[in-house]
């Protein structure tokens, strides 16, 4: 695709429930990262995945969160058993190799846990 | 751990004006990647401009540029005849570990002023 896209845009879910975060990088980039950005925070390093393999998950914040890289393509985040801390913006970002020439970004994912 | 800091949370500037936008970081690699990104409220991340530590000269992107300062561990941004497109979040970067991710400053909210 012509950039880094994102769903859902905004997400609204209850306490409890399991949520899942879908990124569709650009074609031909091999490199993937997910990061969180909570309201007035900086943006916290999640995962990074080259091709399906995740070479670094220490990121994750707990063991509620997973990721997953199926084709070297799309990728999901999923979050089980939400909570309220769990409530951030949610960037994907994607590189032809590595952050050497920095990433490209999609517009996010803004999750609320109610 | 490495670390980028921001130290100004907000900055203002007047429309046609220039503006420079501070950052330190910490990292203990002798070649590297610096970068600034801009996040308008649509909240997709555009980078700015990008810096290889081992160059001496400034990067320049247009009304962009940077003042590198590798001793220090310095690289603010600089802002040339402010536009009111140039309102948004800027956040500084500096790839790490050996060029897989990119650690993220806690970004400065950028007002311009008619």
């Known amino acids: 695709g012509a950039g880094v896209s994102q769903s859902p845009s905004n997400k609204v879910t209850e306490k409890g429930k399991d949520v899942e975060l879908r990124c569709d990088p650009i074609?031909?980039?091999?490199?993937l990262y997910w990061y969180r950005q909570s309201l007035g925070q900086g943006l916290e390093f999640l995962i990074y995945?080259?091709?399906?393999?995740?070479?670094?998950k220490s990121g994750l914040p707990s063991d509620r969160f997973s990721a997953e890289r199926t084709g070297g393509s799309v990728s999901t985040l999923t979050i089980q058993r939400t909570q309220q801390e769990d409530s951030a913006v949610y960037l994907c970002?994607?590189?032809?190799?590595?952050?050497?020439?920095?990433?490209?970004f999609g517009s996010g994912t803004r999750l609320t846990v109610v | 751990a490495q670390t980028v800091t921001q130290s100004q949370p907000e900055m203002s500037v007047q429309e046609a004006e220039t503006v420079t936008l501070s950052c330190t970081y910490d990292?203990?690699?002798?070649?590297?990647?610096l970068f600034w990104y801009k996040q308008p409220p649509s909240r997709q991340m555009i980078l700015v401009i990008r810096?290889?530590?081992?160059?001496?000269q400034n990067a320049t992107e247009n009304r962009f540029s940077v003042n590198f300062q590798k001793a220090a561990k310095s690289f603010s941004l600089k802002i040339s005849d402010s536009q009111l497109g140039d309102a948004a979040m800027y956040f500084c970067?500096?790839?790490?570990?050996?060029?897989?991710?990119?650690?993220f400053g806690k970004g400065t909210s950028l007002l311009v002023t008619p």
């Open positions: 970002a994607s590189s032809q190799e590595g952050a050497n020439y920095g990433y490209t």
């Open positions: 074609s031909g980039h091999t490199a």
């Open positions: 995945f080259q091709g399906n393999s995740a070479p670094d």
């Open positions: 990292t203990s690699e002798s070649d590297y990647y």
């Open positions: 810096q290889e530590a081992y160059k001496q």
């Open positions: 970067a500096c790839e790490v570990n050996s060029g897989y991710a990119l650690n």
